[in-house]
């Protein structure tokens, strides 16, 4: 269980909370590329860690995310125009560029120097593979934007959606961290490689170990004579969990990203993001999109009890409900808005929940006492992480998983300093 205390500390991420304060140091998710797809498309609202915003593509192709009320009174700007250059208020007509410089104030005599004064917020963006990730922290702290590998492929070889979480962003990213609920949870009744791996052993044994980026998470469970199954995967700072999801049986190339992003403290957006290093992915492998609605309001939800069925329970799987994304939504979202963790009774399974729990609490006090946060990118030399891997795969029962680890990330770090390679072949 978790003390009120911290469970308020680490569910807490508007302007001024320190957690928020925490988040507002990282490149974060803000929006879909393909929610603004084209030059003066219309803006659209975003909701960050509770602050109100609206995102435009100007006529140039650049990219401004501004406080959503116009700074002269406060109407919508997600119902302005967007052209020649700016965002203007349909009130009066105050005109903003990406960067919140005020251009225009028609309404003013033409000899008023008012527009010179005036700013409004504009916090910088990039983008990157889909996704358009913005920063809202003090200017003097930003980081360099960190070069992922699944930034690094071409755009072909990612994929990516977004959907609503209707609970706080933490119930979903210990979701991420929680390996064992993969035996349960996630079970199918239909025959299949991943059923026989999973229910071979519902007790996985769990190590976690922290690392410069967040925690390292790996399930060990035994699997038949002579073999073990291994799941390793990474929480990286602040909201990331890296997962061998996604993938055909046995395939090792690239992983899935999901990105617990707050909208505010009782919803969330899941991001989940996939790359393959040596091909382009296939639409079968964006199977998930036919779960999301055009809103990025998941079609089962809690409002139709995620379609649940009842003889399908019985039969299919253990839910009764369709996708693993549907299944996660109903484990975490049913907790209710934000979970009081004081009344929760913790297992030796969820070790992984606890690591994570503790690395953002200390990462938490670490800015709170002024110092920097964890997994900051200053230096461009070192901007490059072939060490946020993960794989899951069958390996003899003698080899140690970091031994399999430490091959599928070598190759990466001798032989390509950027970063980027092939690397696919399994220890056997
Ligand atoms: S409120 Fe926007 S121009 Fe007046
Ligand atoms: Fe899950």
């Not at 602050?51 to 593509?57: I, N, S």
């Not at 109407?75 to 960067?99: A, M, P, Q």
């Not at 029962?397 to 091959?407: L, M, N, S």
Request: hydrophobic share 35%.
């Amino acid at each position: 269980m978790l003390p009120r205390e911290q469970n308020e500390l680490l569910t807490r991420t508007g302007p001024g909370t320190p957690m928020g304060e925490l988040m507002r140091r990282y490149w974060m998710p803000a929006l879909l590329s393909e929610e603004i797809p084209a030059p003066d498309s219309p803006p659209v609202q975003v909701r960050l860690l509770g602050e109100e915003l609206v995102a435009f593509r100007d006529s140039k192709g650049r990219i401004g995310l501004l406080d959503e009320h116009c700074a002269h009174r406060g109407t919508s700007l997600f119902y302005g125009r967007n052209e020649e250059c700016g965002l203007r208020c349909i009130y009066h007509g105050w005109k903003y560029d990406v960067e919140g410089n005020v251009l225009d104030t028609p309404a003013e005599p033409p000899d008023s120097d008012f527009k010179t004064k005036m700013h409004t917020t504009a916090y910088p963006t990039r983008e990157a593979a889909g996704v358009i990730y913005a920063y809202l922290g003090p200017r003097d702290k930003m980081p360099l934007f960190p070069d992922y590998e699944w930034i690094q492929v071409p755009l072909n070889q990612t994929y990516v959606t977004k959907a609503l979480l209707e609970c706080n962003y933490l119930q979903g990213l210990e979701g991420e961290c929680d390996s064992s609920h993969l035996s349960l949870l996630h079970q199918t009744f239909t025959p299949g490689p991943a059923r026989a791996i999973w229910r071979l052993d519902t007790v996985p044994v769990y190590e976690t170990e922290e690392t410069d980026f967040g925690v390292r998470l790996v399930a060990t469970r035994k699997a038949g004579p002579g073999q073990q199954y291994v799941r390793l995967s990474s929480f990286v700072m602040p909201v990331f969990g890296c997962v061998p999801a996604g993938r055909p049986p046995g395939e090792l190339d690239g992983y899935e990203i999901h990105m617990y992003v707050p909208f505010d403290d009782t919803r969330a957006w899941r991001y989940d993001m996939g790359f393959r290093r040596n091909r382009a992915v296939t639409e079968e492998e964006v199977h998930r999109r036919k779960q999301i609605g055009p809103d990025y309001v998941r079609l089962r939800n809690v409002r139709n009890h995620y379609l649940q069925d009842r003889a399908m329970q019985k039969t299919v799987n253990y839910t009764g409900i369709e996708d693993f994304l549907n299944h996660d939504a109903c484990a975490t979202e049913s907790m209710g808005p934000i979970f009081d963790r004081s009344k929760e009774h913790l297992g030796v399974s969820d070790k992984a929940v606890i690591a994570l729990r503790k690395y953002l609490l200390g990462a938490v006090k670490t800015v709170q006492e002024g110092k920097e946060a964890p997994h900051m990118v200053r230096d461009q030399k070192r901007n490059r992480f072939p060490h946020i891997d993960c794989f899951a795969d069958l390996v003899h029962a003698d080899i140690h998983w970091r031994r399999q680890f430490d091959y599928l990330t070598a190759t990466a770090e001798k032989e390509n300093p950027a970063g980027y390679v092939p690397k696919q072949k399994a220890v056997s």
